[in-house]
């Protein structure tokens, strides 16, 4: 069975400062990944993609392991508005192959 | 464009009744998906469609139909509701699987 693992928090971070939160897989044969954000009530939306050069897009950094099967989000200088669960999406082989972390709360605190 | 859209945002059934839930997407995408998403589970799959005319099953997809008639339309049938399927439900659409997800509002049902 494919799966992909989370801390699912939540991590309560002071307003500017750095926070980074890994997420597992466990099928080596996984193909691509990302990082999506759900605010509360609201469906996923894709924050970025995760390239195995890494990926950056202002404040978020993310970055993919693929001999310890790790992906990490950093998120610097944190916003009250980066408030969220950040989902992390795996996709393995077949048609029916992408997987949803159970997410990762994070709360910034003013 | 109008995206991912679901019908009905909320829903309340008994035991037993049965229902569609309507998913449309207006950006020609081929692949679509539906998931639920409950407390401490994640989204899980339940059924998808790599195209008009073709569906399958994906994680938990007892206690659901599907079908795929137009390349627009992917409505999710529950053919005898049971309270275990008290849940959000989540429609989403993209060109293939490695390509952005787009997600629909959800629909939150409840069933007593």
């Known amino acids: 069975r494919k799966e992909v693992e989370q801390d699912p928090g939540p991590f309560n971070v002071p307003e500017g400062a750095t926070v980074a939160f890994n997420c597992t897989y466990s099928n080596s044969a996984s193909q691509s990944f990302f990082w999506y954000r759900q605010d509360c009530r609201k469906e996923p939306k894709l924050l970025m993609s995760v390239y195995s050069s890494g990926n950056e897009d202002g404040r978020f950094t993310a970055q993919l392991n693929r001999a310890s099967q790790y992906i990490s989000l950093l998120i610097r200088d944190s916003k009250l508005s980066d408030s969220a669960t950040y989902l992390c999406?795996?996709?393995?082989?077949?048609?029916?192959?992408?997987?949803f972390g159970k997410g990762t709360h994070l709360i910034i605190q003013p | 464009n109008a995206g991912v859209t679901q019908t009905p945002k909320f829903q309340v059934l008994k035991t037993g009744q049965s229902m569609t839930l309507q998913c449309a997407q207006d950006?020609?995408?081929?692949?679509m998906s539906w998931y639920r998403q409950d407390p401490g589970m994640g989204l899980r799959l339940i059924h998808y469609?790599?195209?008009?005319?073709?569906?399958d099953q994906g994680e938990v997809p007892n206690g659901y139909n599907v079908s795929r008639s137009t390349t627009e339309d992917f409505p999710l049938r529950l053919l005898s509701a049971a309270p275990s399927q008290t849940s959000v439900y989540f429609c989403?659409?993209?060109?293939?699987?490695?390509?952005?997800?787009?997600f629909g509002p959800g629909t939150r049902l409840t069933v007593l």
């Open positions: 989403a659409s993209s060109p293939g699987l490695n390509n952005e997800q787009f």
């Open positions: 950006m020609n995408h081929e692949y």
């Open positions: 999406v795996v996709l393995g082989g077949g048609a029916d192959g992408l997987t």
């Open positions: 469609s790599v195209g008009a005319g073709i569906t």
